[in-house]
């Protein structure tokens, strides 16, 4: 099972930053959160991924809190393009299993 | 750099027939990784091969489901006298040797398998 909980649905409006909440309370030490997403059709699409410190990239910004049980993914200026179901996913550093996707949450960029 | 190639994209069998999926992975990656996504529904881990071994196959299916990643060529997902519930998006998804500690899995554009 998923070790993450994300809302099912948001809207956001187009231009305006999206921001996606994930819940991880029993995310261990060794373990990253990663993001990934999927856009209709298409296979996912890795966002980013952080440990403990805030991280970003050309993409998105992600937020972990200092107790590492909930982080935030930030699309500074959501575009039409950004529709997409957004995946949280826990996973340790160091391993080269599966990735297990929750449901995730299916972000609606409104125009 | 290609990235993950599938094909065919889109393939349609009747039941009782096979079906040959086929993922080259990116330069250099010699790790594959194969998921199914139902419709309407999320993706589901199936089978994790490195060359010739298979590393992982928790989550295919006990009858029917074969894969493999030969020393030449791309991996191959075959599915033997396929019925209507095999009717999904097959992605592959492919990462660096190990050694690479973020693990970031590369995904293909998939294969849409129709059953009729």
């Known amino acids: 099972d998923a070790k993450t909980t994300q809302p099912p649905s948001m809207d956001c409006a187009e231009g305006r930053a999206a921001n996606l909440p994930c819940n991880h309370s029993?995310?261990?030490?060794?373990?990253?959160v990663y993001w990934y997403r999927q856009i209709h059709s298409q296979g996912p699409q890795y966002i980013i991924h952080?440990?403990?410190n805030n991280e970003t990239n050309e993409m998105a910004s992600l937020i972990i809190t200092e107790d590492r049980k909930s982080s935030t993914l930030i699309l500074p200026h959501a575009t039409l393009r950004d529709t997409a179901v957004y995946y949280c996913?826990?996973?340790?550093?160091?391993?080269?299993?599966?990735?297990?996707f929750g449901k995730g949450t299916r972000l609606h960029i409104l125009p | 750099n290609a990235g993950v190639m599938q094909n065919p994209r889109h393939l349609v069998r009747r039941r009782g027939q096979e079906a040959r999926l086929r993922c080259s992975p990116m330069k250099g990656h010699s790790h594959v990784y194969w998921y199914r996504q139902l419709p309407e529904e999320g993706l589901k881990f199936m089978v994790y091969l490195q060359k010739e071994n298979i590393i992982d196959e928790s989550g295919m299916p006990k009858e029917r489901f074969s894969a493999e990643f030969p020393k030449e060529g791309p991996s191959i997902l075959r599915i033997q006298q396929v019925v209507r519930g095999d009717s999904a998006a097959y992605f592959c998804a492919s990462s660096p040797s190990s050694g690479d500690p973020y693990n970031e899995q590369f995904f293909g554009p998939g294969t849409r398998l129709t059953v009729l």
């Open positions: 996913i826990v996973r340790a550093m160091n391993r080269d299993d599966k990735i297990i």
């Open positions: 029993t995310i261990s030490g060794n373990e990253y």
């Open positions: 952080g440990l403990k």
